[in-house]
C-alpha cells in the first residue's frame, strides 16, 4: 500500500508515528513493504540569525527519527542552550524564538547545503539519512514560501478613513511572541503564487492508493500545502480514496491556538467547518465521538472514532480507522 499524507507539525507528526505504528503491525502488503510518502508544510519556515530554520519537517523527522522532545512535540530531546544564552548576551534578536543547541546543528547543515545549492528537497533527504524517519520526507516546495500574518499596528498611524495602521509579521513572531492574541487581520502566503510542488509531490498523490490528512492545521499547515499550484488539484485529479482527520475536537482545537486561524478566515472552529474546507475532494472524515451528530458536505463520509493522540496505541487506533474508512470508499 501507498500512502501520501499532508503534514504541519505537530500534530501531523504524532498522527504519523501513529500511523508507522499500525502499519508495522500488519503483515506486509501484495505489492511489497507499506510505503508512506509525507508532504510537510514549509510554510513556517524562517530564517534567523542567519539560519534556514523548517519548524514543521524537522518536527516531522525528529518524532518518527526518535529525536523529539516527548512533552513538548517539538525540538530535541535532551536539548540545551548555551547558544541562546550567548545570542542573548550578545543582546541578539529575535530573543523569543529559542533555538536549542543540538537543534542548531540541522539548521547548520540545512542552511550551508541550501548556501551551496541544493534544494530543499536535497537537504531534506540528506537530513533524513541520519534519522531514518521510516517515510519519504518532502517538502511541498522547494521555493521559498512564508506565512505573514496581518495584524493591527498600535505604534502606526492610522488611514484617513479612521481604519487603523496594520503591518504583517512572520507567522512564527504571530504565533511564538504574540501567541496569537493580536487578531489576525489576513493570513498571507508569501510567494505561494510562484512556487512549485518539490520534485515527487504530485507523483505521490497521483500513484497513491490512499492520501490522509492528519489533524494539522487546517490553515497555516494543509492549508498552505493545498495552496501551492498543482497539489489541489492532483488531489482532486487522484484516484485514491482521500481521509482526514478532524483536528477539532467539540468545537475546540485539542492543543494549540488553530482556532485564531481559522477565525481569521471566517471559517467556524469546528469538525464539520474544517471538513468544509477539503469539501472538493474529501472522501471520509473522522471526528470525536461528541461530533458525530455533524453535518458533512455532501459524499464525504463520516466515521466517530476517539480522536485523542494520548499516546502511540491511541493514534495507531485513529490512523487504523481512517485506513478502514479509505479501503471502504476505495
Ligand atoms: P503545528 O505545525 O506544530 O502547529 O502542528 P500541525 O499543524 O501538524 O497540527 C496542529 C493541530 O493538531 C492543532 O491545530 C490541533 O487541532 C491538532 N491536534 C493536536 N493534538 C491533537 C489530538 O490529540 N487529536 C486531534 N484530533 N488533533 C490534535
Ligand atoms: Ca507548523
Known amino acids: 500500500m501507498r500512502i501520501t499524507a499532508l503534514a504541519g507539525g505537530v500534530g501531523g507528526a504524532r498522527f504519523l508515528r501513529g500511523l508507522l505504528h499500525h502499519l508495522d503491525s500488519l503483515p506486509t502488503g501484495p505489492d511489497g513493504p507499506h510505503e508512506v510518502t509525507v508532504i510537510g508544510n514549509t510554510a513556517d519556515d524562517v530564517t534567523l540569525h542567519g ?14 527519527g526518535g529525536g523529539i522532545h516527548p512533552e513538548q512535540g517539538w525540538g530535541r530531546a535532551g536539548e540545551t542552550f548555551g547558544v541562546a544564552a550567548e545570542l542573548a548576551a550578545y543582546g541578539a534578536e529575535p530573543q523569543w524564538f529559542t533555538l536549542g543547541d543540538r537543534d542548531i546543528a540541522t539548521h547548520l547543515v540545512r542552511t550551508r547545503m541550501l548556501g551551496l545549492g541544493y534544494p530543499l528537497s536535497a537537504v531534506t533527504e540528506a537530513l533524513c539519512a541520519r534519522w531514518q524517519p521510516g517515510v519519504r520526507l518532502l517538502p511541498m516546495s522547494d521555493d521559498p514560501i512564508e506565512t505573514h500574518v496581518v495584524i493591527d499596528d498600535p505604534e502606526g498611524e492610522a ?22 492574541a493580536a487578531p489576525a487581520r489576513q493570513i498571507l502566503a508569501v510567494g505561494i503564487d510562484q ?9 505521490a498523490i497521483a500513484d497513491a492508493d490512499v492520501v490522509l490528512l492528519p489533524p494539522s492545521n487546517p490553515v497555516v499547515s494543509i492549508g498552505t500545502i493545498l495552496a501551492v499550484p498543482g497539489i489541489r488539484d492532483a488531489i482532486r485529479a487522484t484516484k485514491a480514496p482521500v481521509v482526514g482527520v478532524s483536528p477539532i475536537i467539540g468545537g475546540a482545537p485539542v492543543r494549540g491556538m488553530a482556532d485564531a ?12 467547518a474544517v471538513a468544509d474546507l477539503y469539501s472538493d475532494f474529501l472522501g471520509g472524515w473522522l471526528v470525536a465521538p461528541g461530533d458525530a451528530g455533524s453535518t458533512m458536505p455532501e459524499g464525504v463520509a463520516l466515521r466517530a472514532v476517539p480522536l485523542l493522540m494520548s499516546d502511540v496505541e491511541a493514534t495507531a487506533a485513529i490512523a487504523a480507522a481512517a485506513l478502514d474508512l479509505a479501503t471502504q470508499l476505495g
Not at 481604519?163 to 512572520?170: E, L
Not at 512556487?195 to 507523483?203: F, I, M, N, S
Not at 486561524?261 to 464539520?272: H, K, R
Open 261 to 272: 486561524c481559522l477565525s481569521a478566515i471566517g471559517v467556524e472552529t469546528s469538525a464539520a
Open 51 to 64: 539560519l534556514r530554520i523548517c519548524p514543521d519537517l524537522d518536527t516531522v523527522m525528529y518524532t518518527l
Open 159 to 180: 488611514h484617513a478613513d479612521g481604519t487603523p495602521a496594520v503591518k504583517a509579521v512572520h507567522f512564527q513572531e504571530w504565533w511564538v511572541r504574540l501567541h496569537a
Open 195 to 203: 512556487a512549485k510542488p518539490a520534485p515527487g509531490v504530485l507523483e
